[in-house]
């Protein structure tokens, strides 16, 4: 069972930045890959970055792609997404999630651990 916790959320104004962080346990970390989705009220999640075990592969949505970077260090069991260039239409609760054994899909199902989300405000 991997548990994985989200921090880093808060209020900030456009064009600020933020990084969110992912602490991941009880899992084999360094097997795993992860990604980033976010979810507004009613809406269904959407997928924002992903990054293979070894770091070596990343993905991004068109609409985060040269603002935001999902990087990991695996001796920390810790996955991160510095956004920068931050937009009020950003404004989601943030999950990071772990595919085991897998590449960094974008498709939410395939992902078998989520954590609980952290908010992300951007204010105009």
């Known amino acids: 069972q991997v548990e994985l916790v989200e921090s880093g959320g808060g209020l900030v104004q456009a064009g600020g930045s933020l990084r969110l962080s992912c602490a991941a346990s009880?899992?084999?970390?360094?097997?795993?890959?992860m990604g980033w989705f976010r979810q507004a009220p009613g809406k269904e999640r959407e997928f924002i970055a992903a990054?293979?075990?070894?770091?070596?592969?990343?993905h991004y949505a068109d609409s985060v792609k040269g603002r935001f970077t999902i990087s990991r260090d695996n001796a920390k069991n810790t996955v991160y997404l510095q956004m920068n260039s931050l937009k009020p239409e950003d404004t989601f609760v943030y999950y990071c999630?772990?595919?085991?054994w897998g590449w960094g899909t974008q498709e939410a199902d395939k992902y078998d651990y989520w954590g609980q989300g952290t908010q992300v405000t951007v204010s105009s």
């Open positions: 009880g899992g084999a970390f360094s097997n795993t890959a």
């Open positions: 999630a772990a595919d085991p």
């Open positions: 990054i293979s075990w070894s770091g070596g592969r990343t």
